[in-house]
């Protein structure tokens, strides 16, 4: 049988799992009562119980996806109208610092975001050159963060392949395996206390060979396909690679994780199984913007003391 790793999902939070602390090494564990070889220690794998769950059983968000460019179609008054169905707002990087934050101020939604390589996060116009992060949005470059309303767990990889001098926010492959190895505690932790590393990985750049180009600016990064590998996170989202014709497809299956690339945007429906099985039901959820104002009113007029 092949080795079944720590990184397995489990049940619950430890349970079925009864693993032998003391002799926990890299060469073998004992993980459900039986032995196996442990090739590669940080390795995730999602169980067939958990890929197959039907479509009922699992936890849908609506999120919204940007990259690479300012989209008219997203940079206008009505979209809260036409998207008010949003859950979260993913940055794929390369957008300006405004645009995420209108995306923030008209959805009133958690917005998410990574660096692209050219930094255009940070760049506003009247700053006199000075860098800032776009307010009111998270910056989850290089981190492990978990969404407190829906309970989803991304992380980020931000920047793109070192071509230039020029841009600010490249890497070369040893770099990024470096920000890959800095994450690694956090998403095994999340795995043994979750049952789940994570559940949505955020770049700006593909993985190699994966929605990528030939040219070095546009080439994908190999560390990131063994990220997807180990840690077998349900999506992965980036921008980078600019596609014209829409007849190429931009989804691209690889292992256990569906590869999107979302440039200039996307309004994506995910499924999370995962996230069902391990979470609180979506319909408990309660976002802020959902309660009405005129309800909220009249439950304080209804809190008052009548005279």
């Not at 459900?32 to 849908?60: I, Q, W």
């Not at 998207?83 to 209108?102: H, K, R």
């Not at 981190?143 to 490249?170: F, H, K, M, N, W």
């Not at 180990?230 to 292992?255: C, E, M, N």
């Amino acid at each position: 049988m092949e080795w079944p790793d720590l990184c397995r999902p489990l049940h619950g939070s430890m349970q079925g799992a009864a693993i032998r602390w003391e002799s926990l090494r890299y060469d073998s564990i004992w993980c459900d009562g039986e032995r196996g070889r442990l090739t590669y220690p940080f390795r995730v794998r999602s169980s067939a119980a958990s890929r197959n769950l039907p479509k009922d059983h699992c936890m849908k968000l609506t999120i919204l996806a940007v990259s690479d460019e300012v989209d008219q179609r997203i940079y206008s008054p009505s979209l809260r109208e036409r998207m008010s169905d949003v859950t979260i707002v993913i940055g794929c990087g390369d957008v300006p610092a405004t645009y995420l934050e209108f995306l923030t101020d008209s959805l009133h939604k958690p917005v998410y975001y990574v660096l692209g390589n050219h930094a255009e996060e940070l760049t506003r116009e009247g700053a006199r050159g000075f860098p800032r992060l776009p307010e009111g949005c998270t910056n989850v470059s290089g981190t492990v963060v978990t969404d407190p309303l829906s309970g989803l767990i991304i992380a980020g990889l931000p920047g793109s392949p070192r071509y230039s001098e020029r841009e600010p926010v490249q890497y070369t492959e040893w770099q990024m395996w470096m920000m890959i190895v800095r994450m690694a505690p956090r998403l095994i932790w999340n795995r043994i206390r979750k049952g789940r590393a994570l559940d949505l990985l955020v770049t700006h750049s593909p993985p190699r060979d994966i929605n990528d180009e030939r040219d070095v600016a546009h080439r994908g990064f190999v560390a990131m396909r063994h990220f997807l590998q180990w840690f077998a996170p349900a999506y992965q989202l980036h921008g980078h690679i600019h596609v014209y014709d829409r007849s190429k497809s931009h989804i691209t299956r690889h292992l256990d994780t569906e590869v999107i690339n979302i440039y200039p945007y996307q309004k994506l429906d995910l499924a999370f199984s995962r996230l069902a099985r391990h979470e609180e039901p979506a319909a408990s959820i309660r976002y802020p913007d959902r309660v009405a104002g005129p309800s909220r009113e009249r439950s304080e007029m209804e809190a008052k003391p009548r005279p």
